[in-house]
């Protein structure tokens, strides 16, 4: 079946960390989501941990364990992390049993899936979770998109928003919010890349404000009930 994301990330995979976040602008949204998973997972060892699409494990120093679709784009996270267990699968479809961890998060991934598949991988996550077990999770804000106006090729990225409201019904009654913040409020790709770095702490201060629906995502912390 075609799936342009998997071709995509395939091809993208050797290239992927430079182009996504060698720039200043990919910089400033790694830290902001690095410091939400140090903040909301310190208490959680690596080992009980999973990284869904885990991608070439930009994010993998919090769990032992990642899952990707993308075969290449495991291979790059291997070479990082030689030691962590990398499974290639669908995040629709995890092939772990019950309760397996105590905590997982997935970076940049709702953001290709339509609400439906969302759905699915929040069922699977769940599955997954042992009772109690928290949640990470970002998905682009759909209150920004209005504002923005702006179009999104469909199943593609950004394609997928949501209000903090909408995701949590879509997730269900069977996960609780425990705490969600924005991240990139201001619109840095526009602005000169002598600006970020010293935007960068006002960003954090607008992304966790009243402001925080207007950021460009949401990133946020369920709990398995
Ligand atoms: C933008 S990358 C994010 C990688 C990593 N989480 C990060 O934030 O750097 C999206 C990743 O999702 C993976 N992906 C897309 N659809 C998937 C699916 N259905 N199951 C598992 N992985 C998927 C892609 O292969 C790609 O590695």
């Known amino acids: 079946m075609e799936n342009p994301v998997y071709d995509y990330y395939q091809q993208l995979s050797g290239a992927y960390d430079q182009d996504r976040f060698g720039n200043s602008y990919g910089q400033y949204l790694h830290r902001q989501e690095h410091r939400f998973l140090s903040r909301t997972l310190s208490q959680y060892p690596a080992a009980q941990v999973l990284d869904l699409a885990c991608g070439t494990g930009r994010l993998l120093e919090f769990a032992d364990t990642g899952l990707d679709a993308s075969p290449n784009m495991l291979e790059q996270a291997r070479l990082k992390w030689p030691g962590k267990t990398l499974v290639t699968g669908d995040a629709q479809a995890l092939p772990f049993a019950a309760d397996s961890f105590a905590a997982a998060y997935s970076f940049h991934l709702l953001m290709h899936l339509s609400a439906e598949q969302s759905a699915q991988v929040l069922t699977e996550l769940h599955r997954v979770l042992?009772?109690?077990?928290?949640?990470?999770?970002?998905?682009?804000?759909?209150?920004?998109?209005?504002?923005?106006?702006?179009?999104?090729?469909?199943?593609?990225?950004?394609?997928?928003?949501?209000?903090?409201?909408?995701?949590?019904?879509?997730?269900?009654?069977?996960?609780?919010?425990?705490?969600?913040?924005?991240?990139?409020?201001?619109?840095?790709?526009?602005?000169?890349?002598?600006?970020?770095?010293?935007?960068?702490?006002?960003?954090?201060?607008?992304?966790?404000?009243?402001?925080?629906?207007?950021?460009?995502?949401l990133l946020v912390c369920l709990q398995k009930i």
Request: charged share 20%.
């Open 130 to 217: 042992r009772p109690g077990g928290l949640l990470v999770c970002d998905f682009p804000s759909a209150t920004r998109r209005r504002l923005s106006g702006g179009h999104h090729r469909k199943g593609w990225h950004g394609s997928n928003a949501f209000t903090l409201s909408g995701f949590l019904d879509l997730a269900g009654p069977s996960w609780r919010l425990v705490q969600y913040q924005g991240a990139l409020f201001f619109p840095i790709h526009r602005l000169p890349e002598s600006w970020r770095r010293p935007l960068g702490s006002l960003d954090d201060w607008f992304c966790r404000s009243w402001a925080k629906p207007y950021a460009s995502y």
